[in-house]
């Protein structure tokens, strides 16, 4: 058992033995001390924000009015409290394509729970469509529907993204909000959907008693998202429809590349691909569209997933035109090898499309050995050398490529390698000198266990010979590499613990040899 | 071996990262999240309390004094780069207050460590028995430093402020605890 398995054991056993109070100390918590809240510590770092809130000041009217509430509570105060329990104070919106509103009282409880589209609509089929959240707090209704958004595909794909909008016309009640719905989001994608973006945004509106300006469908904050697309695009209120039709991740999107055009959307691109792949009329075929709005060319990828496999096709963002995948893969006799963009040239490709997939002149897979082959004479390196293969096979804009990865003792090799023509598409050399290079064959990095006895002899004033009961292991401490050093001279017992990559000393005893 | 520090050393990261989200939310009233936090830290909190009082009952009712000073304080938090150590610091001051109001320290006997359950996760009953033996024939500065760093994932430099202790004394401690506790193991586990 080494030194970390024997902590675990020990957390384990401890916590296991330690009582579980917790209800009786909630029993015991009442009013908080006094609170200055630096909001925008809760918001994750990895988070996209469309708005970040801008005032910073102390949350006070929001703790004035829980203590009010503990208050009522205590002493029966039951008009105001009624009051206070149905009337809106906030409304969050949650879209990705599916769009939800909750509108949630000054308690922040969920008064009600309503899907605006019919994708919305499917997603809290679970919840009584929405009334089983009434009642419950935001927070556990968020996560409950971020959850059913999970299960039910909408943030699967590497590049999702949910946006959280929250509107009140108290603006710190709102910034607290946003900051903790999106910490909370968060937590539970980065568990369930790491790639996912999560966008929030405040919008000062009076809540609750806001005009329909949008019309039906449409939450207030994707609308705010889609005016920001308009006012980066310029195209015009007429557009507006047709943007506010896409979903979040393919508007975020667009800002991020500051695309002006519009693209046709998932749907129009599940169509293209189908009719290429004539599968439009198969109940069987279902799709997973992918919008890739930010890369070059901007595309959908779209994954037919049929009884003979799955087939991908890369479909221009703006035309609608299939740039690569195999056409008819159904049809009796038809390849159903892994989609090949050589072989199925599409129809009519778009002459002026930057590298069509399609050229038909890429050849045949080169296979995973040769990929490899191709990256280690590139690192100038042989298969002796190096560890810890990692090699996938992957069609990336339509075109094979092998991400491979190994080591050379600490060095972290990442290659992307042609599929077709084993050119070295993109490497990468990663140093991890600080690591332990034995896990990857390699040698210890740093100083070497005499020069971590010579510091510390040096430190003593000492020499070898002047020492005795001589002890010096190597040891890790929270992942660092470090040396002990223990000796004994001159009626006193020395111990050092030295740097193992630096050679400097972390501490050191000096005490009476008894 | 190494992969497997780094890792590890993520994880602690990302540990950290989520208690401090959690006391920052238990500061705005989140009873959630501060259920949460309990979840997470009662282990580290319980184990200090008891180390340092050496009386279970008490070291419960300290733990849960803890907590509840822990929720009114919340507000005032300020993130400092780790919460485990502000839970822990609020835990050794109420440890510290109680055994000057009772006038005595005592000394952690067998008996207390005897309420590792029967069957914790990944732990055999062998391996439950000889740990119970080991912990309790550690010296207590010794017993409180690993415990503290095997539960709350504190560093050493961090176990050295909270218990007012030189690093160099909590490394020497630790070490040579971990040395007994493995040799103490491997000599159950040769017969």
Redesign the interface.
């Known amino acids: 058992?080494n030194?970390?398995e024997?902590?675990?054991?020990?957390?384990?056993?401890?916590?296991?033995?330690?009582?579980?109070?917790?209800e009786?100390?909630?029993s015991?918590?009442g009013a908080?001390?006094?609170?200055?809240?630096e909001m925008n510590?809760?918001i994750s770092n990895e988070s996209t924000k469309i708005a970040r809130a801008k005032s910073r000041r102390a949350?006070r009217p929001w703790?004035a009015a829980?203590c009010a509430a503990l208050v009522l509570l205590g002493t029966g105060g039951g008009g105001l409290l009624y009051h206070q329990s149905h009337a809106v104070a906030s409304v969050v919106s949650l879209d990705v394509n599916p769009s939800i509103e909750l509108k949630v009282n000054r308690n922040e409880k969920v008064i009600s729970c309503t899907a605006l589209n019919t994708e919305a609509a499917a997603v809290l089929f679970d919840m009584g469509g929405g009334a089983d959240l009434a009642g419950t707090?935001l927070?556990?209704a968020v996560n409950a529907i971020v959850g059913a958004l999970v299960r039910e595909g909408y943030l699967d794909s590497i590049s999702s993204a949910i946006l959280i909008s929250v509107e009140d016309n108290n603006q710190e009640r709102a910034q607290?909000l946003q900051a903790?719905l999106v910490?909370s989001v968060d937590?539970v994608l980065q568990a369930q959907a790491p790639g996912t973006s999560v966008l929030s945004q405040v919008l000062t509106v009076d809540a609750g008693t806001k005009p329909v300006v949008y019309g039906e469908g449409l939450s207030l904050g994707k609308a705010a998202l889609v005016e920001k697309v308009l006012a980066m695009n310029g195209a015009g209120e007429k557009a507006f429809d047709q943007l506010a039709a896409l979903s979040v991740e393919e508007l975020n999107d667009l800002l991020k590349a500051g695309e002006k055009r519009i693209p046709i959307g998932k749907s129009a691109a599940a169509t293209a691909a189908e009719t290429y792949a004539g599968t439009l009329a198969l109940d069987s075929v279902t799709t997973d569209v992918d919008p890739e709005l930010d890369e070059f060319p901007p595309h959908y990828e779209v994954k037919l997933k049929t009884a003979r496999g799955e087939f991908e096709y890369i479909v221009d963002a703006f035309t609608g035109q299939v740039l690569s995948g195999p056409k008819d893969p159904l049809a009796s006799g038809a390849d159903t090898n892994p989609p090949s963009p050589g072989t199925d040239t599409p129809v009519s490709p778009d002459a002026s499309a930057p590298q069509t997939p399609s050229s038909g002149a890429q050849g045949e897979d080169v296979g995973q050995e040769a990929a490899k082959q191709a990256a280690l004479s590139h690192a100038g390196l042989s298969a002796s050398d190096v560890t810890d293969w990692k090699v996938k096979r992957e069609w990336d804009d339509g075109r094979l490529e092998y991400e491979i990865e190994f080591w050379c003792g600490t060095d972290e090799y990442d290659y992307t390698i042609d599929g077709h023509s084993c050119s070295v598409l993109k490497h990468e050399l990663e140093r991890h000198p600080h690591?332990?290079?034995?896990?990857?064959g390699g040698s210890v990095s740093g100083i070497t266990l005499e020069a971590a006895k010579a510091a510390a002899l040096s430190h003593a004033g000492l020499q070898e010979s002047q020492v005795w009961d001589m002890k010096a292991e190597m040891?890790?401490?929270?992942?660092r590499l470090e040396y002990?050093v223990e000796f004994k001279s001159g009626g006193m017992e020395y111990?050092y613990?030295i740097d193992g990559v630096t050679g400097n000393i972390?501490?050191?005893?000096r005490e009476t040899d008894d | 071996m190494l992969a497997a520090l780094w890792v590890q050393t993520t994880e602690e990261e990302d540990a950290r990262r989520e208690l401090e989200r959690l006391l920052l939310l238990t500061g705005q009233g989140n009873r959630e999240a501060f259920g949460l936090l309990y979840a997470k830290t009662r282990g580290a909190v319980y184990a200090l309390a008891l180390s340092l009082l050496g009386d279970a009952h008490e070291a419960q009712d300290i733990a849960q004094d803890a907590y509840v000073r822990v929720w009114e304080s919340a507000p005032s938090y300020r993130p400092q780069g780790s919460p485990m150590a502000w839970l822990l610091t609020v835990t050794r001051n109420l440890a510290r207050s109680r055994l000057r109001q009772n006038g005595r320290q005592t000394t952690l006997d067998e008996e207390a460590w005897n309420a590792i359950p029967a069957a914790p996760p990944g732990v055999s009953p062998e391996d439950r028995q000889v740990l119970q033996e080991a912990l309790a024939r550690l010296e207590p500065e010794e017993r409180q430093i690993i415990l503290l760093h095997a539960i709350s994932g504190l560093k050493h430099r961090e176990i050295a402020q909270l218990l007012e202790r030189p690093l160099s004394t909590v490394l020497s401690k630790y070490h040579r605890g971990l040395k007994k506790m493995k040799a103490l193991m491997k000599g159950e586990s040769d017969q």
């Open positions: 058992m030194d970390r024997l902590e675990r054991k020990l957390a384990d056993a401890v916590t296991r033995a330690a009582p579980d109070d917790l009786a100390i909630l015991r918590c908080q001390n006094g609170s200055v809240m510590q809760l949350a703790l829980a707090k927070d556990v607290r903790e910490a937590g690591q332990d290079g034995t896990h990857h040891d890790y401490d929270d992942g002990e111990e613990t972390l501490s050191f005893e």
